[in-house]
């Protein structure tokens, strides 16, 4: 379905498809497309970026969308973090996608997650590095381990000239946009953001569904599916607000799955 030498995982024949971008781990998410294709989906997942998230070509997706198009009625692309931030460039690229699902989003491109410098962005199109926003090195951590929350909400401000060219063109995704987030997330401001994606949407128009949780953190657990493993980093939220707010985002997945024909 894709030519790449990454890990790759395909799951059920439905006529809805959904391709699955994890965050930064680079999980291929097994478990996630398994539980899709149980509902009755056609679900993938592989491996999107090589090292880390450093210019990652936006044309390095257009294989996988078309290939998982060419089985299925509807294409769906549901990202996680830094997978978020890629569903959303690629629904604002892909009019055929008739719905982006971001679970904890960002609504600008950021940095390369590079310890190299001068920063440089995570994404290219047409070869060229998209604006983004660079991380903030002058910030120091209050906590250990550190809740990278502050660091991201400190270089928006820093760097709020940045901004504007750096904004995800939401105002472009043709299809349906689905948001989730939670208040305590403690990774990066999920909430502020997924909020300004729904501003900037309502501006043009175009609806938007934002899911929240007050007591979420950054990552959600559908029902059914296990935790994700452990992590260096700090997501915040707890075993059941995170449940609850993946049940919350399953219930719009199913009707999702559930729907008949393309976008009209």
């Given at each position: ?55 990652v070509p936006l044309e390095s997706f257009d294989e996988p969308l078309a290939r998982l198009h060419e089985r299925c009625e509807r294409l769906v692309v549901l990202g996680t973090s830094r997978g ?181």
């Amino acid at each position: 379905m894709v030519e790449t030498t990454r890990p790759f995982h395909l799951a059920g024949t439905g006529p809805v498809g959904v391709l699955v971008l994890s965050g930064s781990s680079g999980r291929v998410e097994r478990d996630r497309c398994d539980l899709l294709a149980a509902a009755g989906a056609t679900a993938a997942s592989y491996r999107w970026f090589g090292e880390t998230v450093d210019l990652v070509p936006l044309e390095s997706f257009d294989e996988p969308l078309a290939r998982l198009h060419e089985r299925c009625e509807r294409l769906v692309v549901l990202g996680t973090s830094r997978g978020a931030e890629a569903a959303l460039l690629l629904g604002a690229r892909h009019p055929e996608i008739d719905l982006v699902v971001g679970v904890s989003p960002s609504d600008v491109v950021w940095a390369a997650l590079s310890t190299d410098r001068p920063q440089r962005s995570s994404f290219t199109s047409g070869g060229e590095p998209l604006p983004f926003v660079p991380y903030d090195d002058d910030w120091t951590p209050a906590t250990d381990p550190p809740e990278h929350v502050g660091m991201y909400r400190s270089a928006l401000d820093r760097f709020a000239d940045r901004v504007p060219a750096a904004r995800i063109p939401v105002e472009r995704i043709a299809g349906d946009v689905v948001l989730t987030a939670g208040g305590d997330d403690r990774l990066w401001p999920s909430t502020e953001l997924a909020v300004r994606v729904e501003a900037r949407r309502a501006a043009a128009g175009l609806p938007t569904t934002v899911l929240t949780h007050p007591a979420a953190g950054h990552r959600v657990v559908l029902p059914g599916e296990p935790r994700p493993p452990s992590s260096h980093l700090v997501h915040g939220g707890t075993p059941a607000a995170d449940a609850e707010l993946g049940a919350a985002l399953w219930a719009r997945l199913l009707a999702e799955v559930t729907a008949g024909g393309p976008r009209a």
